[in-house]
Structure formats: structure tokens, C-alpha cells
């Protein structure tokens, strides 16, 4: 069974840094390395949006509102994945989660909360 447990949410001032971790077990390590991969957020009564993804071939995809400031990057070895968020913003306020779709099914973390403080 496929598990992912996000890290690393907080409280922090506008302008601030943060690095949201994603530990996914049940799953091989040569999965994990050739899969794709995602951070979505939800803030509230809003829909849930994607943040930045790991396409097949390893490519990277940046919403608008996250690109410059946001960089998705993975350890392998850990099968980790990482969101740096540098210059957040109280709009950056929201539930942040994993994504790992695999096997036509979407396997989610149970989300770390985001605070921005203006």
C-alpha cells in the first residue's frame, strides 16, 4: 500500500522560506525514481491547484504563481520529494499535499498547512 507523508508546513512572514518534504512508502525505489510526481495546494474555499510536478523523463512544471520562486526537486535514495518555497506570500496560504499517480490511481498525502503572515 502506497503511503505519503508530507513535512515541513508553518507559520512564516511574508517573504519568508520554507521546504515541504513528501516520504512515500510502499513503493520501490526504481518507481519512485521513474514516476511522476506533484505538490498541490488547496486554500480554503478554493479548489485544489497544482503547484509543481515531476512529469515522466523527470521534466518539471511550475504553475504561473510558483515559477522563480518555488523549485520541486526529489531524493531517490530517500524516496523524498521537496517543495522550496522562497519569497511566500499570505496568497501562498493554504494546505499543501503530494500527489504519486500510479497504476491509473491518484495517491495523496495528508497535506501540511501552510501559513503566510503578512
Known amino acids: 500500500q502506497v503511503q505519503l507523508v508530507e513535512s515541513g508546513g508553518g507559520l512564516v512572514q511574508a517573504g519568508g522560506s520554507l521546504r515541504l518534504s513528501c516520504t512515500a512508502s510502499?513503493?520501490?525505489?526504481?518507481?519512485?525514481?521513474?514516476?511522476?510526481m506533484a505538490w498541490y495546494r488547496q486554500a480554503p474555499g478554493k479548489q485544489r491547484e497544482l503547484v509543481a510536478q515531476?512529469?515522466?523523463?523527470?521534466?518539471?512544471n511550475y504553475a504561473d504563481s510558483a515559477k522563480g520562486r518555488f523549485t520541486i526537486s526529489r531524493d531517490n535514495a530517500k524516496n523524498t520529494l521537496y517543495l522550496q518555497m522562497n519569497s511566500l506570500k499570505p496568497e501562498d496560504t493554504a494546505v499543501y499535499y503530494c500527489?504519486?499517480?500510479?497504476?491509473?490511481?491518484?495517491?495523496w498525502g495528508q497535506g501540511t498547512q501552510v501559513t503566510v503572515s503578512s
Open positions: 500527489n504519486f499517480p500510479l497504476a491509473q490511481r491518484d495517491y
Open positions: 515531476f512529469s515522466i523523463g523527470d521534466r518539471t
Open positions: 510502499g513503493i520501490s525505489g526504481s518507481i519512485f525514481r521513474l514516476n511522476a
